[in-house]
Each structure stands twice: as structure tokens, then as C-alpha cells.
């Protein structure tokens, strides 16, 4: 079965400061990795997804995330954090084959603080 | 751009009421899911539809069912409400092009049950 945890509850970061929003996956085979991203009362966007080749995925908003395979890791990344990226932000991971069904982590609240 | 609504954005029901949540969406989509999210627990998967008339179990069916008469158009049932399954839900979709294709999600439904 496949899985995603998403060790910080909680991460704060100051405006300006660069953020990093963990991930880690646990899927048989290759994994096709996403972000989402989702403001108070609102549904999921998407931000970013990881297919194949370059371990450095650009989405957007300015931010990316990094594939380590040995690590098993998917790390969400922004250079300056803005207070407008105050959300909640999921991972999410699909195998290559069966459904096309997401596992989602249970979410990390970023808190950008101005 | 694709578009995924859902009937309400809050709704409140009794214990033992039957309840209908309805999904649309209009890019011709052939699977459709029904999520629901859980502080702490992330989204958790409740059916998911990969045809008109088709549907199969997500992780947490117990309780729902669902319809599928029209491709646009996914409704999730609740045969019975109870108060535990107070929640937001989330409808999403897909293509049926593959694995990589990124899902995009409705605004959600606040339901309470009470």
C-alpha cells in the first residue's frame, strides 16, 4: 500500500525567509508525486507534480519541489516566503499502476508571518 | 479551464436524514472521487468512479454510497447521517488520459450533522 507523511503539523517562517514544507513517500515502483495547496474554505489547487526526469520541479507561485529517490523524500520549496502563501499544503502520491487514486498526507499549515 | 462545482458549500442535517452531495463537472472528465477531510487526517478517499454507472471503493466507504447516471455528474449519498460524519467534502477529476494527469478539485461541502 502506498503512503505519505508529512512530519510537521505546523511550519512557521518569516516573510522574506525561504520555506521548505517536508514530504516523505512509500509506493511500490516509480511514484508520480504531487502538491496542493488549499486556502481557508476553499477546494485543493494544484501546485506542482513530479512525472519523471529533472529531480527539480518548478510549479506555481514560485515555488518547487525537489525528488530524492534514495530518500524516498518530495520537499516543497519557495526561495522568499510572501504572508499570501499562509495555506494548507498536501502531498500526494499515485503509483504507476492501478486507479489513478490519490494518497494524501494529512497536510502541513504554513504560517508566514509578515 | 476546468471546472468542478459541488451543490453546496454548507449544509446542515439531522442524525438519520438522508443526504445528497452533488458533483458536476464540465471538461468531460471519465474518473470522478469523493473525498473527505479531517483535521489531522488528511483527505481519505471515500469512492471514486472511472465510468458512467461504474464505481469502486475508496479507504473509508462505510456509510456512503454513490450515483454515477451521467459522466458530468458524481453524487454522494449518505444513507443515514450520522454525527460522525460531520466533515468537509471534497469532490474531484481526472482524465482518463493516465496516471500523470494532475486531479482538480471542487470548493467542498461543509456538512454538519448534528
Known amino acids: 500500500a502506498q503512503s505519505v507523511a508529512q512530519p510537521e503539523d505546523q511550519v512557521n517562517v518569516a516573510e522574506g525567509n525561504p520555506l521548505t514544507v517536508k514530504c516523505t513517500y512509500s509506493v511500490s515502483g516509480n511514484p508520480y508525486l504531487f502538491w496542493y495547496v488549499q486556502y481557508p474554505n476553499r477546494g485543493l489547487q494544484f501546485l506542482l507534480k513530479?512525472?519523471?526526469?529533472?529531480?527539480l520541479v518548478k510549479g506555481s507561485y514560485g515555488f518547487e519541489a525537489e525528488f530524492n529517490k534514495s530518500q524516498t523524500s518530495f520537499h516543497l520549496k519557495k526561495p522568499s516566503a510572501l504572508v499570501s502563501d499562509s495555506a494548507l499544503y498536501f502531498c500526494?502520491?499515485?503509483?504507476?499502476?492501478?486507479?489513478?487514486?490519490?494518497?494524501f498526507g494529512k497536510g502541513t499549515m504554513l504560517l508566514v508571518s509578515p | 479551464d476546468v471546472k468542478v462545482t459541488q451543490s453546496s458549500r454548507y449544509l446542515v442535517k439531522r442524525t438519520g436524514e438522508k443526504v445528497f452531495l452533488e458533483c458536476v463537472q464540465d471538461m468531460d472528465h471519465e474518473n470522478m472521487f469523493w473525498y473527505r477531510q479531517d483535521p489531522g487526517l488528511g483527505l481519505r478517499l471515500i469512492y471514486f468512479s472511472y465510468d458512467v454507472k461504474m464505481k469502486e471503493k475508496g479507504d473509508i466507504p462505510e456509510g456512503y454510497s454513490v450515483s454515477r447516471e451521467k459522466k458530468e455528474r458524481f453524487s454522494l449519498i449518505l444513507e443515514s447521517a450520522s454525527t460522525n460524519q460531520t466533515s468537509m467534502y471534497l469532490c474531484?477529476?481526472?482524465?482518463?488520459?493516465?496516471?500523470?494527469?494532475?486531479?482538480?478539485f471542487g470548493p467542498g461541502t461543509r456538512l454538519t450533522v448534528l
Open positions: 513530479y512525472i519523471t526526469g529533472d529531480n
Open positions: 474531484a477529476s481526472i482524465p482518463l488520459g493516465g496516471p500523470t494527469d494532475t486531479q482538480y
Open positions: 500526494a502520491v499515485r503509483s504507476v499502476s492501478g486507479y489513478s487514486t490519490l494518497t
